[in-house]
C-alpha cells in the first residue's frame, strides 16, 4: 500500500524560504505513470494546487505561484520536495503531498490524485 | 485556468436521505473530473476518477455522472460516516483546480 509522508518545520518567518519534503512508501517515485503533487489548503483559498514533478525532472508549476515555487525529486531516496520563497502570512496553510495518476481508460486518458500525505500545517509568523 | 463551481455549499441531510452535488466547469473538461471526500483534520479522499468510475474500495452508494461542464455527485443512501466535506477537481489542464466544496451536514 503506498503511503506518503510529508516533513519539514511547521513555523517559518516571512520573508523565508519554506521547504517540505514528501517521503514514498510501498512504491516507487520512478515511475512514468504518476505525477508527484504539491498542494494546499487553507480557509481562505481552499485546496490549491501548487505543482508536479515527473520521475524524469520535468515540472509544471500553477502559475500563481511559478516564480517561488521550485519542485525536485530524490530518486535515490524515494522523496520528493517543495521550495517556496518570499513567503508571507498568505502562504499560511495546510501542505500536501500527493500522487496524480495518469491512466489510460479504455480510449480515454484520465489523471487523478489517488494518494495524499495526512498533512502538514506550515505558518508564516514571525 | 477553469474555474470550478459546486453548489450547494452545504446541505443538511438525514441519514438514508438521497443526497446530489453539483460541479461545473467554466469550459469544456470532457469527463477530467474527480471527486474526493475530506473529514476534518484528515487529507482528501478520492471517491470517483473520470466522472463516474468507482475509486477501488468506496460503497457503491456513491456514484457519479456528466461531462463536458456539467457533474454530478450522489449519494444513493446517506450513512452516518458520509457526513464530511465533497469536492470536485479538474485534471483537464494545469493548474489543477478545485470547486469550493459542499459540506454535508447531520440533519
Known amino acids: 500500500q503506498v503511503q506518503l509522508q510529508e516533513s519539514g518545520p511547521g513555523l517559518v518567518k516571512p520573508s523565508e524560504t519554506l521547504s517540505l519534503t514528501c517521503t514514498v512508501s510501498g512504491g516507487t517515485v520512478n515511475s512514468g505513470t504518476y505525477y508527484w503533487s504539491w498542494l494546499r489548503q487553507s480557509p481562505g483559498r481552499g485546496l490549491e494546487w501548487i505543482g508536479y514533478i515527473h520521475y524524469g525532472g520535468s515540472t509544471t508549476y500553477n502559475p500563481s505561484l511559478e516564480s517561488r515555487v521550485t519542485i525536485s525529486v530524490d530518486t535515490s531516496k524515494n522523496q520528493f520536495s517543495l521550495k517556496l520563497s518570499s513567503v508571507t502570512a498568505a502562504d499560511t496553510a495546510v501542505y500536501y503531498c500527493?500522487?496524480?495518476?495518469?491512466?489510460?481508460?479504455?480510449?480515454?486518458?484520465?489523471?487523478?490524485?489517488?494518494?495524499w500525505g495526512q498533512g502538514k500545517l506550515v505558518t508564516v509568523s514571525s | 485556468d477553469i474555474h470550478m463551481s459546486q453548489s450547494p455549499s452545504s446541505l443538511s441531510a438525514s441519514v438514508g436521505d438521497r443526497v446530489t452535488i453539483t460541479c461545473r466547469a467554466s469550459q469544456s473538461i470532457s469527463t477530467y473530473l474527480n471527486w474526493y471526500q475530506q473529514k476534518p483534520g484528515k487529507a482528501p479522499k478520492l471517491l470517483i476518477f473520470?466522472?463516474?468510475s468507482l475509486q477501488s474500495g468506496v460503497p457503491s452508494r456513491f456514484s457519479g455522472s456528466g461531462a463536458g461542464t456539467d457533474f454530478t455527485l450522489t449519494i444513493s443512501s446517506l450513512q452516518p460516516e458520509d457526513f464530511a466535506t465533497y469536492y470536485c477537481q479538474q485534471s483537464y489542464s494545469t493548474p489543477r483546480t478545485f470547486g469550493g466544496g459542499t459540506r454535508v451536514e447531520i440533519k
Open positions: 473520470a466522472a463516474s
Open positions: 500527493g500522487r496524480d495518476h495518469f491512466r489510460w481508460f479504455g480510449e480515454i486518458s484520465t489523471y487523478y490524485l489517488d494518494h
